[in-house]
């Protein structure tokens, strides 16, 4: 079953902030988060494996409330380069075998 | 080196015909996945392969047929090309115990005409 993500679309100005929800009808283990620019493959951004750790990619910074089953992506004082379309891969157990996705969110930062 | 590696990265064809996508990986991992984008960006999981064995196979249509010959190939062979098949496809394969990140292929954009 795939994972909910809101908002489906965000516009930022440089400098602003966003947050994006993913949420799951599983128990979570972990939560991959990835951005996928126009035209290429998505890239990976950061696991979370703990309840409540928070972990950062440059001012992109998550967290994952496994209780609550859900995770949220933080984009701070935004750059044009963190346009893209963000997704979240939430993973029920240690060994998963299906990383599944949703249907992201697509950030636009203009300047 | 490149990780993980499709070809073609363009394939254009009539409807009725069948193709193959190639996917290889060189980082060792024994997963692989097949993904289906649409239009939309939707980024649907089709198949994932553990050591070389299907593991996940998500309601996709019998005309998709996925094979790997070994942990570091996952091919997909689509028969009887359909528009409705038209989408980007990626591949990605990661370590299924390490818990860490999934690496894609650029991806292969089919268009079905």
């Known amino acids: 079953q795939q994972p909910v993500q809101s908002p489906q679309a965000v516009i930022l100005r440089e400098g602003e902030d966003a947050v994006i929800n993913c949420s799951s009808s599983?128990?979570?283990?972990?939560v991959h988060w990835y951005r996928q620019k126009h035209g290429e493959a998505p890239v990976f951004l950061m696991i979370?494996?703990?309840?409540?750790e928070q972990k950062g990619h440059e001012k992109i910074s998550a967290s994952f409330n496994e209780k609550k089953q859900q995770s949220s992506l933080y984009l701070t004082a935004s750059q044009l380069s963190y346009s893209g379309t963000y997704f979240c891969?939430?993973?029920?157990?240690?060994?998963?075998?299906?990383?599944?996705f949703g249907a992201g969110t697509t950030v636009t930062v203009r300047a | 080196d490149t990780a993980v590696s499709q070809t073609p990265k363009y394939l254009v064809t009539q409807m009725g015909n069948d193709k193959s996508i190639k996917c290889e990986q060189n980082?060792?991992?024994?997963?692989m996945y097949w993904y289906k984008q649409d239009s939309k960006k939707f980024l649907k999981i089709m198949f994932s392969?553990?050591?070389?064995?299907?593991?996940i196979n998500e309601t996709v249509p019998n005309r998709f047929s996925p094979k790997s010959p070994d942990k570091a190939h996952l091919n997909l062979h689509i028969n009887s090309l359909e528009l409705g098949d038209s989408a980007v496809y990626f591949c990605?394969?990661?370590?299924?115990?390490?818990?860490?990140?999934?690496?894609f292929g650029q991806g292969t954009r089919l268009t079905v005409v």
């Open positions: 979370l494996l703990k309840g409540g």
């Open positions: 990605a394969s990661s370590h299924s115990q390490r818990n860490t990140e999934a690496f």
């Open positions: 599983k128990a979570l283990y972990s």
């Open positions: 980082l060792g991992h024994d997963t």
């Open positions: 392969y553990n050591n070389k064995e299907l593991i």
């Open positions: 891969g939430p993973t029920p157990r240690s060994n998963d075998y299906k990383l599944s």
